[in-house]
């Protein structure tokens, strides 16, 4: 299986919105460490947005000090019986929670942002696409890594210099990154391509070609239905072979988030800090750009002024495809799921 092909940019309208329209009205759902951290902060400072309101299941300490107060509910229910004005949503919680919270938001008559990954398993995000269409509202897959600032200059050099191979090394401490979570351990959960699914959103984004799945190796732990590392080839339909990657959340040490390239003329391409950098033959490359997730907003923005949506299946069906075809394996007995 392969991802349905994502229209270029330039197929998108992308209209710059003026100044003179109102902020978009967007409730957050998910109070977790990705929206105070990311999602909270970057919509607070953006002129295109008026953060009014969060939902979460449970209290949580940080939302009055940070929001100023704003109302939390406890439910997405409980958000459209208040009335509250809302014009959008960003949907931060688990992903196998995303497709209900999402096409709920659209029954509402909201635009729609979706973490990553959209959701777990490619079928939903594609009826999600029809939801969004039928609704008239903008749907968006967030996918933060592919708005790094190394992105664009790396897809200018890969269509320029061609590519002979490619591996990807994503290296990370999960118990750094997502500290008493469990959620991606279970049936539906990808473990570590919950964090391995952004270098599969940078490869998407910057290589004309495809990737095909080969061959994989998942080291599943004790008590998980997902792999804490995994082994992967790939292939190209112009590259037999050659095209691979390792993805480890067992790490530990400093995070690696790179890939590197190598070209038909034998020069290497390096990405690294998960596209917070890159080089080319060790010499680095100036890099220009916003954050991420301003990037991530700034695009929303732009979508939802043109009626447009922007929705890319492909990271999501590369995981599908690594899970199913992978040879699993248990993993070594040292590493435990929760400490």
């Known amino acids: 299986m392969t991802a349905s092909p ?4 330039s197929a998108i309208p992308a209209a710059t919105p003026t100044r003179a329209a109102p902020p978009i009205r967007i409730a957050i759902i998910g109070t977790g460490t990705i929206a105070h951290t990311q999602h909270v902060p970057v919509i607070r400072a953006h002129a295109g947005f008026e953060l009014v309101a969060g939902v979460n299941p449970t209290p949580v300490a940080w939302w009055a000090e940070a929001t100023g107060g704003l109302k939390l509910f406890s439910s997405m229910d409980s958000l459209i019986r208040s009335g509250m004005a809302v014009d959008a949503v960003a949907i931060c919680t688990p992903p196998a929670t995303h497709y209900a919270l999402a096409a709920q938001g659209l029954a509402a008559g909201w635009h729609v942002m979706l973490e990553k990954p ?3 398993i490619l079928a939903q995000a594609m009826d999600l696409h029809r939801l969004a269409h039928a609704a008239g509202r903008t749907l968006m897959t967030s996918w933060h890594a592919a708005c790094a600032p190394a992105i664009d200059p790396a897809r200018q050099i890969l269509a320029s210099g061609g590519v002979r191979g490619m591996r990807v090394t ?4 999960v118990r750094k990154w997502h500290p008493g979570a469990d959620w991606f351990w279970k049936p539906g959960g990808h473990g570590v391509f919950d964090a391995g699914i952004n270098a599969l959103s940078i490869a998407c984004a910057v290589m004309d070609e495809p990737l095909f799945v080969t061959g994989a190796t998942l080291d599943i732990p004790a008590g998980a239905a997902t792999p804490c590392t995994a082994q992967v080839r790939w292939a190209t339909p112009s590259l037999p072979d050659g095209v691979e990657g390792i993805f480890d959340w067992t790490h530990r040490g400093t995070e690696v988030w790179d890939i590197a390239w190598t070209l038909d003329n034998g020069r290497r391409l390096l990405l690294s800090q998960g596209g917070g950098g890159l080089s080319l033959d060790g010499v680095a490359v100036t890099l220009r750009g916003a954050h991420e997730y301003e990037c ?3 695009r929303f923005e732009k979508l939802v002024h043109a009626g ?3 929705i890319d299946y492909r990271p999501v069906a590369l995981v599908e495809d690594i899970l199913s075809a992978g040879q699993r394996r ?3 007995p040292s590493f435990r799921i929760l400490p």
């Open 308 to 310: 447009a949506s922007d």
């Open 296 to 298: 991530v907003y700034s």
């Open 330 to 332: 248990p993993a070594d």
């Open 170 to 173: 994503w290296r990370e401490n």
């Open 118 to 120: 959209p959701t777990p």
């Open 6 to 9: 994502r229209p270029p940019p």
